[in-house]
C-alpha cells in the first residue's frame, strides 16, 4: 500500500501488506494478471501499481523490474527474498514461491521536500523523536543543511527516509501521524 500523497501527487512511503478486503484483493489481483497478459510477461519480476477508484481499481503503470524498497520491505515482513526470486527466474532456475504470512505491517515513510519551486534546506528538527518511537526501527536523513531542494527531483530528491514494523494497518496510521506531527523542516 501507499501512504497519503504529498502535493502534487508525489509519495510520501509504503507499506505491506496492503490492507485490502478479500474480494478487493481478488479485484486487483486479476487485474495485475490481465495487464501483464495483455503485455505478453510470462515469468520475471515485475512491479504494477494499481489505483483504487470509487469505480474500481484501475491499471497505473507496469515496470519490468522490482518496484524500490518493494524487496526489503518483502523480505523484512515475511522473510521471502524477492530479489533471490528475480535472479533465480531470470537465470531460468526453478523457484518455488510460498504463501506469504504478514505478521506485521512494514513500512518505510519518505521525508520530502515542499511542493515550491525549491528551498535551500536549514535543518531537520525531530529525528530523534521519531527514532525513539516504538514502531520506528531506523532514521535516515540524507539530506545536507544548506543543500538547495526541489520537489521535482522525486525519489532523489527525498530528504531521509523512516523505516518501522507496526502491530497493525491501525498502529501503522497513528506512527504515521506522530512522524508527521514530530518531523520539521527548515528552510533558508
Known amino acids: 500500500g501507499k501512504l497519503p ?33 495483455a503485455l505478453g510477461v510470462t515469468d520475471g519480476v515485475t512491479h504494477t501499481e494499481i489505483k483504487l477508484t470509487p469505480d474500481g481499481p484501475r491499471l497505473i503503470e507496469v ?12 523480505r523484512r515482513s515475511t522473510r521471502f527474498d524477492l530479489l533471490r526470486a528475480a535472479l533465480r527466474a531470470a537465470l531460468g532456475l526453478p523457484l518455488e514461491v510460498p504463501e506469504l504470512e504478514f505478521p506485521a505491517v512494514e513500512f518505510v515513510y519518505f521525508l520530502t521536500p515542499p511542493a515550491d519551486a525549491g528551498a535551500t534546506l536549514a535543518g531537520i528538527r525531530g529525528l530523534e523523536e521519531v527514532a525513539a518511537m516504538e514502531e520506528v ?8 543543511t544548506g543543500r538547495s531542494v526541489h520537489w521535482r527531483a522525486g525519489t532523489e530528491g527525498h530528504l531521509g527516509t523512516v523505516h518501522g514494523t507496526a502491530a497493525d494497518h491501525g498502529r501503522l496510521r497513528s506512527a504515521v501521524r506522530a512522524i508527521d506531527a514530530a518531523i520539521r523542516l527548515d528552510y533558508a
Open 137 to 144: 526501527w531506523q532514521v535516515k536523513a540524507e539530506a545536507v
Open 63 to 74: 515496470n519490468g523490474r522490482m518496484g524500490g524498497y518493494v524487496g526489503a520491505l518483502l
Open 5 to 37: 500523497l504529498a502535493e502534487p501527487f508525489r509519495e510520501t512511503g509504503m507499506f505491506q501488506p496492503a490492507a485490502l478486503s478479500e474480494p478487493l484483493a481478488r479485484q486487483v489481483l486479476a487485474l495485475t494478471g490481465a495487464a501483464l497478459r
